[in-house]
C-alpha cells in the first residue's frame, strides 16, 4: 500500500498491555457503548449479519434517559451504535442531544457506514446536538469495489454523506470530526483496489480534509467468523483491563459483555429492571469473570471463537 502522504495520519491498532487481575467491578467506565439500533441494510462480508437471530429494533428515548440514570455520572466516550447503523435511527440527534446534556463532558460519537438516505440538515442537527466523531467504514473506490465488499449498491449515497460530514468538520472547527477506517488488513484477505485506486482515494480524503485514517485487522466478531486463531494463553481484557473498564449495551437494555457478542448471548442482567450494581455484583456476571479466568468457556461459543482482546 503507498505511504500516506505526511498531513494524513495514520493509527495504527493499539498493542497488548500486561495481564493483572482485578478484584469487584468499581462501576467506573472508559467508555459507556450504548446500542441505538442493531437494524442495518448493508450485508458486509466480513460481519456475521447472516448470524443475527436476536429481535431488531431501535432503543426509545425513555429506555436511553433510563440508562443514563442507572450509570450516574460519567465522564468521556459514549458510542451511540452497536451491531447497526446507527444513522437509520430517526431519534439519533434528539439521542445524542440527551447525552450531552446528562453528561456535559461526555464526547459521544458514532461508527457508521454512512448507508442511510439522509434528510437535507439531518447530519448537521447531530453536531449541533454534539456529537463529537463519526467514524466511517467506507471500504471501496467506485460503485464495483463498494459492493465487492458491502454487498449494497451504496456507494454514491456514502460518499455523498462523507462529503457533507467533511464540509460540517470544517463548519464546526474544533467540535467535530471525521475519521475514515482503512480496509480491515489480514493475510488471506485481498483489499478491494489496486495500489492506484488506494492512493488517489486517500488524495481525495486529504481534499475533503480528513486527517486520520484508522487500521484496524480483521477480527473474528466473537464466533461470528473464523480469520484468526484464538489465544487461549491469557484471558480476555473483558476480565481485567480495556474491555472490563467499558459499559455495553443493548438497544433493549442488555448489558453484555463487549460489542463483539452480536446476538447479545451473554447476558449479565437488564438495565430495565436491574440497577448497574445489581447486575455487575451479581452471580451471572461473577461466574463469568472466574469461568474466563480459568478457561471455562464452553458455556461462551461466542468467547469460545474470539481471539480476545489482551490491552491493558
Known sequence: MPEPSPSLRVVPAPEAGPWTPTGPHPLVFSEIRIENTNRCG?????????????????????????????????????????????????????????????????????????????????????????????????????????????????????????????????????????????????????????????????????????????????????NGRTYNPVDTAIPCSVTWGYRRRILQVTWDLHVIPCCFDFNAEVRFGNLRNQTLEEILHGEPYERFLDDHVHGRLEKYPVCQGCERCHQA
Open 42 to 222: 448493508y450485508k458486509c462480508f466480513f460481519c456475521p449479519r447472516d448470524l443475527h437471530t436476536r429481535d431488531q429494533g431501535f432503543m426509545s428515548l425513555d429506555d436511553l434517559a433510563l440508562v443514563l440514570d442507572r450509570v450516574g455520572e460519567h465522564r468521556g466516550r459514549v458510542d451511540l451504535h452497536g451491531f447497526g447503523e446507527p444513522l437509520l435511527d430517526r431519534q439519533l440527534a434528539d439521542k445524542v442531544a440527551l447525552v450531552r446534556e446528562r453528561w456535559p463532558a461526555s464526547e459521544p460519537r458514532i461508527y457508521s457506514t454512512l448507508g442511510a438516505r439522509m434528510k437535507p440538515g439531518e447530519l448537521e442537527q447531530l453536531v449541533v446536538n454534539g456529537l463529537r466523531q463519526v467514524e466511517v467504514s467506507f471500504y471501496g473506490f467506485d460503485a464495483e469495489t463498494y459492493r465487492q465488499v458491502h454487498a449494497v449498491n451504496g456507494f454514491e449515497m456514502a460518499k455523498s454523506n462523507l462529503e457533507e460530514l467533511c464540509r460540517l468538520q470544517a463548519a464546526y472547527p474544533g467540535r467535530f470530526e471525521v475519521v475514515v477506517r482503512a480496509f480491515p488488513t489480514h493475510p488471506d484477505v485481498e483489499a478491494p483496489g489496486d495500489p492506484a485506486e488506494v492512493a488517489a482515494f486517500r488524495a481525495w480524503l486529504e481534499d475533503l480534509g480528513i486527517e486520520t485514517v484508522r487500521e484496524r485487522a480483521l477480527h473474528n466478531y466473537g
